[in-house]
């Protein structure tokens, strides 16, 4: 008598192993997806730290997000998945100082974002506001 598997309990083998690599790399996908929406979220913590520390030097907001990052020579962070810069607008008042600004990173989860239409300083963005994670000025 010969010992051995035989082509059912084979399939059923395979099949169970491929249902678990399913599951595990559907877990690990939203993991990564968690990851780089949490990595996006503290990026505008920490621009928004830094556009704090230019106005309170120059008195006003600056054009660009790198125009902040370069007057501490730091590179200005970019988004962790295409390394495109985040999306930025800048208000200006009648005057030429510069005192508002919005900066949005688009958010990989729908409905986790903090963007509304009604928003009290015009921090809204296109689109589907609540995939979207702003921050604004402080002053």
């Known amino acids: 008598m010969k010992k051995g598997f035989t082509l059912i309990e084979l399939l059923v083998v395979i099949s169970i192993i491929g249902i678990l690599v399913a599951v595990a790399m559907t877990s690990y996908t939203s993991t990564q997806i968690k990851a780089r929406d949490s990595r996006r979220r503290s990026d505008m913590k920490a621009i928004q730290t830094v556009m704090e520390q230019y106005y309170a030097t120059n008195g006003g907001y600056p054009a660009t997000i790198n125009a902040a990052f370069t007057s501490l020579l730091i590179p ?53 506001q609540h995939q979207y994670f702003c921050v604004q000025n402080q002053q």
């Open 76 to 128: 200005a962070p970019v988004d962790p998945k295409n390394t495109d810069p985040y999306q930025y607008k800048l208000y200006e008042k009648i005057s030429a100082i510069n005192d508002t600004y919005c900066i949005c990173a688009k958010l990989e989860e729908s409905n986790k974002g903090n963007a509304s239409n009604t928003a009290a300083s015009g921090c809204t963005w296109g689109g589907n």
